[in-house]
């Protein structure tokens, strides 16, 4: 079960998710939201993975501003959307490395290293993810359709000119039907991730849409792709993720 915790860091503590798997750990892994917070799809990204033998944390990055959750409705409403907008770009490049380095050290005080720690993140969380993919700490990353591919957001350069900087294996998983990341920035970022030192490798669903693993939006929701996706995801931790000791 999903328990609550505070991670410090230097802007004060981080609320999170928390799950422990049965057993000794095959390692852990950070997830990193949606635009929306710590949602409860979030939440069961962190239960999956605890069910899978992995300890599972989920950082809530807006703690700057509360950590609010929003309803996934919001992006209907155009005067509630701006809600959204505001909070998400609150956050700062210097944040974004602030919040990856606390949760990176709060696992490493649970014993995990660098090598036995993944990161699997959702829409902005993805791009964090592929951010988070060109510090050192990291044995793993997972992409699910994070933005920023061709213009950047935090203050961060586009996942493009991010993408040959990634020091560690890193998936990329992106729907053709996303209208907010066209198939052609995919491919250029399929290209630019190839010039890597780690392994890289990007996956697309014909018939998936932005948002196609939350079973919260119906309406984006692509069960064949999530199944996919999800399996990938964990086969990528399994093969690449290593408990010391």
């Not at 959750?69 to 770009?89: G, K, P, Q, S």
């Not at 210097?94 to 290293?113: H, I, K, M, Q, W």
């Not at 988070?132 to 203050?155: D, K, Q």
């Not at 630019?192 to 990007?202: D, F, M, N």
Request: aromatic residues 8%; negative net charge; proline residues 6%.
């Amino acid at each position: 079960m999903t328990s609550l915790i505070e991670i410090p860091t230097a802007d004060g503590t981080m609320p999170a998710f928390s799950c422990h798997p049965e057993g000794e750990p095959k390692g852990a892994v950070i997830v990193i939201q949606e635009a929306f917070g710590l949602t409860e799809h979030i939440g069961s990204i962190a239960d999956r993975l605890a069910e899978a033998g992995y300890r599972a944390i989920a950082p809530a990055l807006f703690h700057r501003v509360g950590s609010p959750v929003l309803d996934y409705d919001i992006i209907n409403d155009a005067e509630r959307v701006t809600e959204l907008f505001a909070i998400f770009e609150s956050l700062t490049a210097e944040d974004l490395a602030t919040d990856v380095d606390a949760s990176l050290a709060f696992l490493e005080g649970e014993g995990f290293s660098a090598s036995s720690i993944g990161m699997v993140g959702f829409c902005m969380g993805g791009a964090v993810t592929l951010f988070a993919s060109t510090r050192p700490g990291l044995g793993a990353g997972v992409t699910f359709y994070g933005g920023g591919v061709a213009n950047g957001r935090f203050g961060l350069p586009p996942l493009i000119e991010q993408a040959p900087s990634v020091k560690n294996p890193w998936l990329g998983l992106y729907g053709d039907l996303d209208a907010s990341i066209p198939v052609d920035d995919v491919e250029k970022l399929r290209a630019a991730a190839s010039l890597a030192a780690a392994p890289t490798e990007i996956v697309r669903y014909a018939d998936a849409d932005h948002g196609f693993n939350c079973d919260g939006r119906p309406n984006v929701f692509n069960a064949e792709a999530a199944a996919d996706a999800w399996a990938r995801t964990l086969a990528f931790f399994n093969a690449h993720l290593r408990r010391e000791g």
